[in-house]
């Protein structure tokens, strides 16, 4: 079974251009998680989804920062302008939430992308 | 809000011993989960071990382990037998239990440990 799978690996720009990433979740899986990793810390979450609903976006910087998540599968994590300070490793992670059976798996990570702005 | 705390920044441990990783916790909740996340150069972040609050045993995963304290908050990760392919961080994660406490899905991270073994 694949993974969650994150693209692209790496990604370099200059500070004000806009950048785009991509994550797929495992199938199946209905919740999915965006963290931002930034370097000799541990992830933080920017916006979690069930389905196609962001149910907590409290942490991320809504004046630069939009995601979405069409037809609650594939999402996408924008930043526009990016700065000097967004330079940081972005998480996508997914897992699967039964309501119903009080059931919650626990979350399976892609392996990132790594954004550099200089 | 919850927190995690590491304070071992680093460790190392020679290869085929065993190793301790301390992690403590802070919460006002009763039902949550605990994590060990092992994350190598590649970046992706590997489950390790779970711990369930409700449960008084502890966690156990081939040579991994935990000593899950609940009344100190706290939750030890003990690798036995250390192998060359266990070095990289160990993030001690928090899970708040949504469906008891009507908490975030989300897990909040310590700053990890860098564990090296040596050959």
């Known amino acids: 079974e694949a993974g969650v799978v994150q693209s692209p690996r790496y990604k370099i720009i200059e500070k004000k251009q806009p950048v785009a990433f991509w994550c797929n979740p495992i199938s199946g899986h209905n919740t999915l998680y965006w963290y931002r990793q930034n370097l000799g810390q541990g992830p933080e979450l920017l916006i979690r989804?069930?389905?196609?609903?962001?149910?907590?976006d409290s942490q991320l910087p809504k004046d630069r920062f939009s995601a979405e998540r069409l037809k609650g599968v594939d999402s996408t994590l924008k930043i526009q302008p990016a700065e000097l300070g967004d330079s940081a490793v972005y998480l996508c992670a997914s897992s699967l939430v039964v309501q119903a059976n009080n059931m919650n798996t626990e979350a399976f990570f892609g392996q990132g992308t790594r954004l550099t702005v200089v | 809000a919850q927190t995690v705390t590491q304070s071992q920044p680093e460790m190392s441990v020679q290869e085929a011993e065993t190793v301790t990783l301390s992690c403590t916790y802070d919460?006002?909740?009763?039902?949550?989960?605990l994590f060990w996340y092992k994350q190598p150069p590649s970046r992706q972040m590997i489950l390790v071990i779970r711990q369930e609050a409700y449960k008084q045993q502890n966690a156990t995963e081939n040579r991994f382990s935990v000593n899950f304290q609940k009344a100190a908050k706290s939750f030890s990760l003990k690798i036995s037998d250390s192998q060359l392919g266990d070095a990289a961080m160990y993030f001690c994660?928090?899970?708040?239990?949504?469906?008891?406490?009507?908490?975030?899905?989300?897990?909040?991270f310590g700053k990890g440990t860098k564990l090296t073994v040596n050959p």
């Open positions: 994660a928090y899970r708040s239990d949504r469906f008891t406490q009507g908490g975030s899905e989300k897990l909040v």
């Open positions: 919460t006002s909740e009763s039902d949550y989960y």
């Open positions: 989804y069930e389905n196609e609903e962001a149910v907590d």
